[in-house]
């Protein structure tokens, strides 16, 4: 196994691929299952609820599985994933992620409500943490804190994944006619990426704030409020923004970085 120069230890490059080998078996394992011919005779003997989980789980043990791997090749020294950061960052970060996904419901209150909210908790509180954890602190995280990659690099790839497996048709027509969704979707997953470097790998700032916005949009139908068609899409530009800001604000001013958790980060 390669190691670096006068270190005695694996190299970047082997954690990079303990790292991208994990988040290419999430990625493709849940997407192959679902479409198997064997899934698709067999979902409605089980639960709703427990086939909501299935996607979930495969992700925590990938990464499990990758994080304890890289603690066997000796690579994992320093590293988070950024949810074991302490209560009360944890809670700044919750608050600062609530906090910034305001502007969306303040577009939810002039819209009509969604009645149907049967799928509440998976679309939201799942969504939220377990993409979080998987696309922003396994992937991006890793590849930037273990891997040594630079942080848009990393930011670009994991986002670009992000985006794609929100496809819902597999096909180049089906990629065709969802690219534009696709890819806001896939700017908002590097978005995602930089604030959780930016906020010193708080993830809790992009879980609530990725939880919330969502929680917004499942409780009303945001794309018919009363002040046009782009009050959505404003609002949502908005509440990513208004994370950027604080965390360039704190970043400037040390009491309020020491408030809020934030330092000044160097590449």
Not at 39 to 44: G, I, K, L
Not at 109 to 128: H, N
Not at 144 to 151: K, M
Request: aromatic content about 14%; proline content about 3%; some cysteine.
């Amino acid at each position: 196994m390669t190691t670096e120069p006068g270190r005695g230890r694996p190299s970047r490059y082997a954690a990079a691929a303990v790292i991208l080998l994990c988040f290419v078996v999430a990625v493709v394992v849940p997407k192959a299952f679902f479409r198997s011919d064997w899934y698709r005779a067999n979902a409605t003997d089980y639960s709703i609820h427990l086939r909501l989980w299935i996607q979930p789980m495969i992700w925590t043990g990938c990464i499990a599985a990758g994080w304890f791997l890289l603690g066997q090749i000796g690579r994992r020294d320093g590293a988070t994933l950024g949810v074991l950061i302490g209560k009360r960052r944890a809670v700044v970060g919750a608050s600062v992620g609530f906090a910034c996904s305001l502007p969306m419901l303040v577009v939810g209150l002039l819209s009509p409500q969604e009645t149907d909210l049967s799928r509440l908790f998976y679309r939201t509180a799942q969504a939220g943490f377990f993409e979080e954890w998987l696309f922003r602190a396994f992937a991006f995280g890793l590849l930037v804190q273990l891997a040594r990659w630079r942080i848009w690099p990393a930011a670009l790839f994991s986002g670009a994944v992000f985006g794609l497996i929100h496809l819902g048709n597999y096909s180049l027509e089906g990629l065709m006619d969802e690219a534009g969704g696709l890819a806001f979707i896939g700017l908002g997953g590097v978005l995602y990426a930089w604030l959780f470097w930016r906020w010193n790998w708080n993830l809790w700032v992009v879980i609530a704030l990725h939880l919330f916005m969502n929680l917004w949009w499942e409780l009303w139908i945001l794309d018919q409020n009363s002040l046009g068609v782009w009050a959505v899409t404003g609002s949502r530009i908005v509440a990513v923004g208004a994370a950027i800001t604080l965390a360039e604000i704190a970043r400037k001013r040390p009491a309020l970085g020491r408030l809020l958790g934030i330092h000044t980060i160097s590449r």
